[in-house]
């Protein structure tokens, strides 16, 4: 069971580089995320898609774009890499939105540790 | 506005001890709530959830955690403790208001085991 997969594992990038985290699911979810996980302040959403053909922005979403290229697929792009978006980004997935009835249980993937140096 | 607050950064108990990690929310109507367990290197694994109804709620690896209302309050508990929990542990809370909603997470508690 793959379950929620990211690519790659690890990444440095320089500053001003650009790059594209992938994220792929295999339980037929309707819900994708990518979090930010720092030292001292849990993991912070910075993008949500409910469900295909849509996305939103959560609590820091600056500096980055998303894609939810198809049910099963969610990318996370940082056009101009920064120090501030060193940081491990967890992409999870859950059949419903929290708040929604259904499975609001969210999967996450093992991890991207990113430095921007 | 909503937010999960983790008071203990860090938690060191001796293997076979009795374990409690605290997690208070601030929300304006019945939250659902989740603990989740991170092993270093890895992805975050669901230890439990709290939707509705009883309110003392059984997970996987032993761990319990109860819902107190009165209190703003879902602490995770296990009676003995393993080598193999010692991990980061974080509480979240999924709000209900309308709209498609997201989870938040609090600063998480480390854990040490001492044998």
């Known amino acids: 069971n793959a379950g929620v997969t990211q690519t790659p594992k690890f990444q440095v990038l320089k500053t001003g580089q650009s790059m594209t985290l992938q994220c792929a699911q295999d339980?037929?979810?309707?819900?994708m995320y990518w979090y930010r996980q720092d030292p001292g302040m849990g993991l912070r959403l910075i993008y949500y898609s409910a469900s295909e053909g849509t996305t939103d922005k959560g609590e820091v979403p600056n500096g980055y774009n998303v894609s939810r290229l198809n049910k099963r697929e969610f990318s996370l792009r940082l056009e101009s890499a920064a120090p501030s978006q060193t940081s491990v980004y967890f992409c999870?997935?859950?059949?419903?939105?929290?708040?929604?009835?259904?499975?609001?249980?969210?999967?996450f993937g093992q991890g991207t540790r990113l430095t921007v140096v | 506005a909503q937010s999960v607050t983790q008071p203990d950064i860090h938690i060191t108990v001796s293997e076979g001890a009795s374990l409690e990690l605290r997690c208070n929310y601030s929300?304006?109507?019945?939250?659902?709530l989740f603990w989740y367990v991170q092993s270093p290197g890895q992805g975050l694994q669901l230890l439990l959830k709290?939707?509705?109804?009883?309110?003392l709620v059984q997970g996987i690896k032993g761990f319990e955690a109860e819902f107190k209302r009165s209190q703003s309050s879902f602490n995770l508990r296990k009676p003995s403790v393993h080598w193999s929990d010692a991990a980061e542990y974080f509480c979240a809370v999924g709000p209900v208001s309308g709209g498609y909603n997201k989870l938040i997470f609090g600063a998480g508690t480390r854990l040490a085991v001492h044998p």
């Open positions: 999870a997935s859950s059949e419903a939105p929290p708040g929604r009835s259904g499975n609001t249980e969210a999967f």
């Open positions: 709290y939707f509705s109804g009883d309110t």
């Open positions: 929300y304006g109507a019945t939250p659902y």
């Open positions: 339980m037929n979810h309707n819900s």
